[in-house]
């Protein structure tokens, strides 16, 4: 695709919901990154994938935080058991290869947990 | 470990002022440096870079970005600004490529006329 396509936009959540969070990366990009960038804050790094594996999650805040690429294209942030502190921005974003410097995002999925 | 520190967290300038957005970073190692920009309801886009080399980096839209190695800073500046500069301003560092960009908490830049 011509850019990085997140679905959906905003997602309300009652606490104790689970979610899932989509993330389509520019076709061929091998690289792809989540975030989370709460009210008023810089994003902060979930994860990473490099073609469908998981190479670093060491920034996903809990156990209730998963992440897969399957097929190295699209990924699917999922969070289980939402609850209120979850409520953020997810900002997904891909590089075209690994020794590729430029990361390209996506507008971000304004998850909200009542 | 790589940390960004963005001193300020609103800058208010009128049309046609000047500005500059600091940026300071800490680091054990040689990183890259980015400035993202954020307009309202859309994603980061990228401003500009330094990777290697001269340590003035400019924008296609008049910002500048000097690395300054001895102070660990990056800030951003332009000369005279626009009522479409209006938005939030992200530096952010990266230790190598295929790495995580680590971000500060970003600066709110409004211009008004």
């Known amino acids: 695709g011509a850019g990085v396509s997140q679905s959906p936009r905003y997602k309300v959540a009652k606490r104790g919901q689970d979610v899932a969070l989509r993330c389509d990366p520019i076709?061929?990009?091998?690289?792809l990154f989540w975030y989370q960038q709460a009210l008023g804050q810089g994003p902060e790094f979930l994860t990473y994938?490099?073609?469908?594996?998981?190479?670093?999650k060491s920034g996903l805040p809990s156990d209730r935080f998963f992440a897969e690429r399957p097929e190295g294209s699209v990924s699917t942030l999922k969070i289980q058991r939402t609850q209120q502190e979850d409520s953020a921005v997810y900002l997904c974003?891909?590089?075209?290869?690994?020794?590729?410097?430029?990361?390209?995002f996506g507008q971000g999925t304004r998850l909200t947990v009542v | 470990a790589q940390s960004v520190t963005q001193l300020d967290s609103q800058v208010p300038v009128f049309e046609e002022a000047p500005v500059e957005l600091r940026c300071n970073y800490s680091?054990?190692?040689?990183?890259?440096l980015f400035w993202y920009v954020q307009y309202p309801n859309q994603g980061l886009q990228l401003l500009l870079k330094?990777?290697?080399?001269?340590?003035l980096v400019e924008s296609i839209n008049g910002f500048e970005a000097e690395f300054n190695k001895s102070q660990t800073s990056f800030h951003l500046r332009k000369p005279s600004v626009h009522i479409s500069d209006t938005a939030e301003y992200f530096c952010?560092?990266?230790?190598?490529?295929?790495?995580?960009?680590?971000f500060g908490k970003g600066t709110t830049l409004s211009v008004s006329s």
């Open positions: 974003a891909s590089s075209r290869n690994v020794g590729n410097t430029e990361a390209f």
């Open positions: 076709s061929g990009h091998v690289s």
């Open positions: 994938f490099q073609n469908e594996a998981q190479l670093d």
């Open positions: 680091s054990s190692v040689s990183v890259y």
């Open positions: 330094y990777l290697s080399g001269s340590t």
């Open positions: 952010a560092v990266r230790r190598q490529a295929g790495t995580a960009l680590i």
